[in-house]
């Protein structure tokens, strides 16, 4: 459920009426940031703590005390006098303990790397702009970012960020990560927002959640403890037949490498049998890059497919346009079992008429990055939510709608549309969508339903991207999409125990 800032206030107003003592909850978010932070940073490095008057103050304060306890170097900022708190942030002020405070104005040069910012500066009841001391807050914490190498990590919601729109006013704290508190907020989840929200984390409070009052049900954000019991688990006599057979349809001449990105997609996905189906003039090359663990098969028509033995087809990576264009449509169009629709094989829909998967006898999952969604249907605009619970609609599919907040739209309008959680900007990179379509038709293949394969795996391919960066040698720059699959083991760890 996602609430804007009317729906927040009028919830926090039912639970001060109800005898809730908010300083319990406080603690709770505290050490939920804390963690968060530990999450993506386990190494202490130097923390700089921007703390406003209000509550979003009080939380940062509470996450400073336990990083600092940590081994983290803290410093503190107040952007207005410590007699101007509100009582429960001055209580975390007072009992943060040996911790200096600096004027705003006052540049500090990092003693240890990493060096990460708190912004407590404002929360989602914010109105307008940034009134002068927190405008200047603001100003360093993004200096900082480019000076420094610093990282941001807003508390709720980037200070001077509209809170129901997601416009940001002049000077808004540009956050690489967001850590909302509770639920997710409106505002957080619209496309003009992601360049101030960065990845963004939920910091749950069951004592309190779900939070009374009324929300938007019809949305939510991927996330670990929103993917329970989405994930199949495995018999113990389960076997390679048994864990999913997947027929890759792609890697023409030119393009051999996306299909074999999509087959590793797939074998490190879980699936038991992974085979790349290959025409005659390429199917020598497809066998000698291919993994040892993935199969190639030559056909000389793709109509062969249809006689074939596999649970799911993943069809388009690499796949070009040419004499077959017939036999894919077809196969998109009348297969028997569920598929996921890529790239030219999106394109060729897009040639032709998308709506006809309505009639397709299993479900199908579309995963167009923006360009795609254009070509499929130019006559669609709106949001990004907008454009592909449209197309959900009009050609009966799952929509995972790629980019920096992959969208993932159902036909069903009882299903929630989902905002993925995990990824960053090194994702941007040629092929990561290949892997992302294998991922998925592997989750498929073991029985997981579309929609829900869909949402796993974009957070699954989100959160390899952040292990190959957070924990291994890369770097956003220096990412490729084949680094990805070899971090899936960890991200799905990270999904059974409920990581950020």
């Known amino acids: 459920m996602i609430l804007n800032p009317e729906e927040i206030a009028e919830a926090e107003n039912q639970l001060i009426a109800g005898g809730v003592n908010p300083e319990p909850l406080m603690d709770e978010a505290g050490l939920g940031i804390a963690k968060a932070v530990s999450q993506f940073f386990p190494n202490p490095g130097t923390l700089i703590v921007f703390i406003g008057s209000g509550h979003n103050g009080g939380d940062a ?39 200096k405070i600096n004027p705003t104005s006052e540049i500090y040069e990092p003693q240890h790397h990493p060096l990460i910012l708190l912004d407590g500066l404002l929360g989602i009841g914010a109105v307008g702009g940034l009134r002068p001391g927190y405008l200047e807050a603001a100003n360093e914490m993004n200096e900082l970012r480019k000076t420094h190498a610093a990282h941001t990590f807003a508390i709720d919601i980037p200070s001077g960020l509209d809170g129901l729109s997601g416009e940001p006013y002049e000077g808004a704290v540009i956050a690489d990560f967001t850590l909302t508190i509770a639920h997710p907020k409106t505002g957080l989840l619209a496309d003009q927002a992601i360049n101030n929200v960065g990845r963004l984390a939920l910091i749950e409070l069951p004592s309190i959640c779900p939070l009374p009052g009324q929300g938007d049900t019809r949305a939510m954000l991927i996330t670990a403890s929103s993917l329970a019991g989405r994930n199949s688990r495995q018999e113990h006599d389960a076997h390679k037949g ?38 005659e003039d390429s199917y020598q090359r497809l066998a000698a890059m291919a993994p040892p663990e993935i199969m190639v098969r030559c056909v000389k028509s793709y109509a062969q497919v249809s006689d074939m033995d596999f649970d799911t087809l993943a069809i388009g990576p690499g796949l070009g346009q040419g004499s077959w264009d017939d ?70 599919s799952t929509v995972l709608l790629k980019g920096a907040r992959t969208v993932v739209a159902s036909e069903s309008e009882t299903t929630p549309t989902g905002f993925n959680s995990t990824g960053n900007n090194g994702m941007a990179t040629g092929g990561v969508g290949d892997t992302l379509t294998g991922l998925c038709s592997a989750l498929i293949g073991s029985g997981v339903s579309v929609y829900d394969a869909a949402c796993v795996g974009s957070w699954i391919n989100g959160r390899a991207a952040e292990h190959a960066i957070f924990n291994d040698k890369e770097s956003r720059r220096s990412l490729l999409a084949s680094d990805l699959p070899k971090h899936y083991g960890q991200a799905f760890k990270d999904l059974e125990r409920y990581s950020f």
């Not at 996450?63 to 503190?76: D, E, P, R, S």
């Not at 207005?80 to 509100?86: E, F, G, I, R």
């Not at 890759?248 to 992974?274: D, E, F, K, P, Q």
């Open 242 to 279: 048994t864990c999913g057979r997947i027929g890759i349809i792609g890697g023409n001449n030119g393009m051999n490498g996306a299909a074999v990105l999509a087959s590793t997609g797939a074998a490190r996905g879980g699936a038991g049998l992974v085979t790349i189906i290959a025409r």
């Open 61 to 99: 304060l509470v996450a400073a005390k336990h990083l600092k306890k940590n081994g983290w170097i803290t410093q503190l900022r107040l952007v207005t006098s410590p007699d101007q708190l509100k009582p429960l942030t001055a209580k975390k002020l007072h009992q943060f303990e040996r911790g």
């Open 327 to 396: 036999e894919i449509l077809d196969l998109l169009v009348s297969d028997i079992r569920p598929t996921v629709v890529d790239a030219d094989a999106l394109n060729l829909l897009a040639r032709n008429k998308p709506s006809d998967l309505v009639n397709a006898p299993a479900p199908r999952l579309l995963t167009p990055h923006p360009g795609e969604m254009h070509r499929l249907c130019p006559e669609i605009s709106g949001t990004r939510r907008e454009r592909a619970e449209k197309l959900a609609g009009m050609t009966g």
